[in-house]
């Protein structure tokens, strides 16, 4: 059995926080596809659907037995809120707002993630990852107003994509205790079951539009269940177990960046000179954010006698 306990090396939580985020802004272009044949609930529930039996081989394969009973509590509300309502709310909000207003409204998210890190779990605040939350905010701002269509948005649509930032918010909270006691996969498989089981209100609907819905919109239903669900909540929960929620809350500012990419080179939609400079400053603020301020190696005092010498990092 391995030790959770024991520290991994550094890079691979790093690289595990850069799938994560490739995957979650391919996600925003598969819902858009996916959105025009399935409604809110039947593709969450169909997404979820698809992530539960990826994560249920992968822990039969590596014979993950339940997580622990004490690990329970933060598995089933981060599965409820996380997986399930936000979902829903973000794929609703989505059909009611243009693009630019929802990841603008969204990326409250973080914010809320480092204000409730610090007040609930201790999480640390330091001036580097301020600094980088508020630059990658105005580049996120700035990446919003520019997508942002004219008379586009609802009142409907903004509550939506802002109590989905709350759950998400509220998630990843729940879940950072959780981790502490359960795998990575285990945190994942059992909160993506939780969401699965919430949203079986919509099966009725599920079954009615996949019988009408184009093979291209399933198979996107189908790759949000199995990428962007089952892969990046795994990668994303190894890499929350290793630093703090605010930390890694900051580092989803980098979606809106990768979102207007990918826009770009799969939809051809070209993004404008503000978009850019957005963009650019969404990754500048990640990266001051993920960054940690150089420590000084302590002065070395010199013996009777010695010359004085002083040790520069």
């Known amino acids: 059995m391995t030790d959770r306990t024991a520290p991994a090396p550094r890079p691979l939580p ?41 994560l249920g081989l992968l822990c039969l394969l590596r014979r993950e037995g339940l997580p622990p009973r004490s690990a329970w509590r933060g598995i089933g509300i981060s599965g409820v809120l996380w997986f399930g309502f936000y979902m829903v709310a973000l794929n609703w909000g989505e059909q009611q707002v243009d693009a630019g207003t929802a990841a603008l409204v969204v990326n409250v998210g973080p914010l809320l993630i480092a204000l409730l890190g610090a007040r609930l779990l201790g999480d640390p605040m330091p001036p580097r990852l301020l600094a980088g939350m508020a630059v990658s905010f105005a580049g996120a701002v700035t990446v919003g107003l520019s997508m942002a269509g004219g008379g586009g948005s609802s009142v409907l649509g903004v509550v939506l994509c802002l109590l989905a930032a709350v759950a998400y918010a509220a998630g990843v909270v729940s879940q950072k205790p959780a981790l502490a006691r359960a795998s990575a996969l285990q945190a994942t498989t059992y909160g993506c079951l939780v969401g699965t089981v919430a949203c079986l209100p919509f099966a009725g609907q599920l079954v009615h539009q996949v019988a009408g819905a184009p093979l291209s919109a399933t198979l996107d239903m189908v790759y949000l269940g199995v990428f962007p669900t ?55 603020g990640v990266a001051v954010s993920r960054s940690r301020a150089r420590t000084r190696a302590p002065r070395t005092v010199p013996a009777a006698g010695e010359p004085h010498s002083e040790q520069v990092p």
């Open 230 to 284: 089952a892969l990046a909540f795994t990668t994303w929960a190894y890499a929350l177990a290793r630093t703090t929620a605010s930390r890694m809350g900051a580092t989803t500012y980098a979606v809106p960046a990768l979102v207007v990419l990918m826009s770009w080179l799969a939809l051809g939609e070209v993004p404008g000179p503000v978009t850019l400079a957005g963009g650019v400053l969404c990754l500048a």
């Open 14 to 54: 790093a690289l595990a926080a850069v799938v994560t985020v490739v995957l979650w802004a391919s996600a925003f272009v598969a819902i858009r596809s996916a959105g025009d044949s399935y409604s809110p609930g039947a593709l969450a529930l169909g997404r979820l659907f698809s992530g539960s039996v990826a």
